[in-house]
């Protein structure tokens, strides 16, 4: 079994302690601040070019200095706006000590070259290009990019290596009255630190010990809204490991678009399930004038029971009023539905931990080989995939390039809204999904989103063939950590 996953196990049969070390200075993050947003970056005459430079360096987080590894300073970086049809041209500066590389989260760009490729590896002390052309029908919504090299990914992710992107639209399919919502990005993440520093090493990073979330990279920020005051909020779970259960009391969030898909139709929740990597967009109207929290509710994931916590403040304003706007029931988008197209063929996937191989966790019994690939659909058919999981712990499962839909969890039909990149298999459970493999050829993975478990071997690599062509080895897989 390997060390670190020992040293969880001991951690849920110990009392919790403090994280720190005795004669480091404390990183002690001021509460209540203002909420502000990530730094934002907007495409121009078709072209958004931004420079993202890594590395190891002291930082500002909610009005203390600390440690990390961020981009550009920052443990949020910029947030990137585009729209279809553009090109992205993201240089890094890779000055981490490590190697790395960029994935551009939930978006249906190519995987080949220099676009959303993740078996490039970008050496340290290196600056590369990564550009991606955005199809002129991509769908609008939230995505996010992050560092995804195979076995440091983690600990880049818990570092600060990543960021929102926001694919523009959303509010033209929303009824004219709504198009003038304000608008708030918020990117939900945590921190485990020791003394003055962000834990950087993936050997001590342990999602058991006590953590710190923030929203924006802020500790219990305060924001608001009028009362009958309709805003656009853009909720994205951008941390390494955890789930939140996000629930603003006393309101309803309002689904417009789930994992930068706009939704087929408009649903409402008091509490949305945001595990690592999933993204929602929600109207929501404000109550009762007074001042309510924005927290994650009680979750259990299955390896820890995840508590009750504070995220924010927010403040609704008076005198008390009835929602300012109507709500749709549907968007001005057609429904694009997988469901009733035909299925070429029937995959099943078995998530799974052996605690005995140091590649600890598994996808058909076989860790992540990154030499290999495992699954090889042709580009233009549709397949469905039973995803088992025989685990104490909820998996949440993603997969590069082309959403999808689900149709069964547990056995029971499921009534989707919409397309997602992230589903949850449910701790001894199942889902059924349908895979539309659309446009682009070449190599790409699924995994667990859960950083820990997919830099531990929950990984698998498609190959999405022409009629035909023959699989290959991943291009460049040589240069991942393994």
């Given at each position: 079994?390997?060390?670190?996953?020992?040293?969880?196990?001991?951690?849920?049969?110990?009392?919790?302690?403090?994280?720190?070390?005795?004669?480091?200075?404390?990183?002690?993050?001021?509460?209540?601040?203002?909420?502000?947003?990530?730094?934002?970056?907007?495409?121009?005459?078709?072209?958004?070019?931004?420079?993202?430079?890594?590395?190891?360096?002291?930082?500002?987080?909610?009005?203390?200095?600390?440690?990390?590894?961020?981009?550009?300073?920052?443990?949020?970086?910029?947030?990137?706006?585009?729209?279809?049809?553009?090109?992205?041209?993201?240089?890094?500066?890779?000055?981490?000590?490590?190697r790395t590389n960029i994935h551009y989260h939930g978006m249906h760009v190519s995987p080949r070259g220099r676009s959303d490729n993740v078996f490039r590896t970008f050496h340290p002390g290196q600056t590369v290009k990564s550009i991606v052309h955005v199809p002129a029908d991509h769908?609008?919504?939230?995505?996010?990019?992050?560092?995804?090299?195979?076995?440091?990914?983690?600990?880049?992710?818990?570092?600060?290596?990543?960021?929102?992107?926001?694919?523009?639209?959303?509010?033209?399919?929303?009824?004219?009255?709504?198009?003038?919502?304000?608008?708030?990005?918020?990117?939900?993440?945590?921190?485990?630190?020791?003394?003055?520093?962000?834990?950087?090493?993936?050997?001590?990073?342990?999602?058991?010990?006590?953590?710190?979330?923030?929203?924006?990279?802020?500790?219990?920020?305060?924001?608001?809204?009028?009362?009958?005051?309709?805003?656009?909020?853009?909720?994205?779970?951008?941390?390494?490991?955890?789930?939140?259960?996000?629930?603003?009391?006393?309101?309803?969030?309002?689904?417009?678009?789930?994992?930068?898909?706009?939704?087929?139709?408009?649903?409402?929740?008091?509490?949305?399930?945001?595990?690592?990597?999933?993204?929602?967009?929600?109207?929501?109207?404000?109550?009762?004038?007074?001042?309510?929290?924005?927290?994650?509710?009680?979750?259990?994931?299955?390896?820890?029971?995840?508590?009750?916590?504070?995220?924010?403040?927010?403040?609704?304003?008076?005198?008390?009023?009835?929602?300012?706007?109507?709500?749709?029931?549907?968007?001005?988008?057609?429904?694009?539905?997988?469901?009733?197209?035909?299925?070429?063929?029937?995959?099943?996937?078995?998530?799974?931990?052996?605690?005995?191989?140091?590649?600890?966790?598994?996808?058909?019994?076989?860790?992540?080989?990154?030499?290999?690939?495992?699954?090889?659909?042709?580009?233009?058919?549709?397949?469905?995939?039973?995803?088992?999981?025989?685990?104490?712990?909820?998996?949440?499962?993603?997969?590069?390039?082309?959403?999808?839909?689900?149709?069964?969890?547990?056995?029971?039909?499921?009534?989707?809204?919409?397309?997602?990149?992230?589903?949850?298999?449910?701790?001894?459970?199942?889902?059924?999904?349908?895979?539309?493999?659309?446009?682009?050829?070449?190599?790409?993975?699924?995994?667990?989103?859960?950083?820990?478990?997919?830099?531990?071997?929950?990984?698998?690599?498609?190959?999405?063939?022409?009629?035909?062509?023959?699989?290959?080895?991943?291009?460049?897989?040589?240069?991942?950590?393994?």
């Amino acid at each position: 079994m390997p060390e670190v996953r020992i040293v969880a196990i001991l951690a849920l049969l110990l009392p919790a302690v403090a994280v720190g070390t005795q004669g480091e200075p404390e990183w002690k993050p001021e509460r209540g601040l203002p909420l502000t947003e990530p730094a934002q970056v907007y495409s121009h005459d078709g072209l958004l070019r931004v420079d993202l430079a890594a590395g190891r360096r002291t930082i500002s987080l909610s009005g203390s200095r600390i440690v990390a590894r961020p981009f550009n300073g920052r443990l949020i970086g910029p947030t990137l706006h585009v729209r279809p049809g553009d090109r992205l041209e993201v240089t890094i500066q890779n000055a981490t000590g490590q190697r790395t590389n960029i994935h551009y989260h939930g978006m249906h760009v190519s995987p080949r070259g220099r676009s959303d490729n993740v078996f490039r590896t970008f050496h340290p002390g290196q600056t590369v290009k990564s550009i991606v052309h955005v199809p002129a029908d991509h769908s609008p919504g939230t995505y996010w990019y992050h560092v995804h090299l195979h076995g440091l990914t983690e600990e880049q992710v818990m570092g600060g290596m990543s960021g929102l992107i926001m694919v523009e639209g959303l509010k033209k399919l929303l009824p004219a009255p709504l198009q003038g919502v304000r608008e708030r990005q918020l990117a939900i993440r945590d921190v485990q630190h020791k003394g003055d520093s962000v834990v950087l090493d993936a050997a001590e990073i342990n999602v058991t010990k006590p953590t710190t979330r923030l929203v924006n990279g802020l500790l219990l920020p305060r924001f608001g809204l009028r009362s009958g005051e309709t805003q656009l909020w853009h909720i994205a779970n951008i941390g390494a490991d955890i789930f939140y259960d996000v629930q603003l009391a006393g309101h309803r969030l309002h689904v417009i678009g789930e994992n930068g898909s706009p939704v087929w139709r408009v649903w409402s929740k008091r509490h949305l399930v945001l595990p690592p990597g999933k993204r929602y967009d929600v109207l929501v109207q404000g109550g009762k004038p007074g001042t309510y929290p924005l927290r994650t509710l009680k979750f259990d994931e299955g390896f820890q029971l995840l508590p009750t916590t504070k995220l924010a403040s927010v403040t609704v304003r008076g005198p008390a009023a009835e929602p300012d706007l109507d709500l749709p029931r549907r968007l001005d988008t057609p429904a694009e539905s997988p469901a009733s197209l035909p299925v070429r063929k029937r995959r099943t996937f078995t998530f799974s931990f052996d605690f005995a191989d140091k590649e600890f966790a598994h996808i058909n019994g076989e860790a992540f080989d990154p030499h290999e690939t495992n699954v090889a659909p042709l580009v233009g058919t549709v397949e469905e995939w039973t995803l088992r999981n025989v685990t104490t712990e909820d998996h949440p499962f993603h997969i590069h390039v082309n959403d999808f839909q689900v149709m069964k969890v547990n056995g029971k039909p499921y009534h989707a809204n919409g397309l997602q990149d992230v589903v949850i298999i449910p701790k001894h459970g199942s889902v059924v999904i349908r895979n539309p493999f659309d446009r682009y050829t070449g190599h790409y993975v699924f995994h667990c989103h859960i950083l820990n478990h997919e830099d531990g071997g929950m990984m698998k690599t498609v190959q999405v063939l022409r009629k035909g062509q023959k699989p290959t080895p991943p291009p460049g897989a040589h240069g991942m950590a393994h």
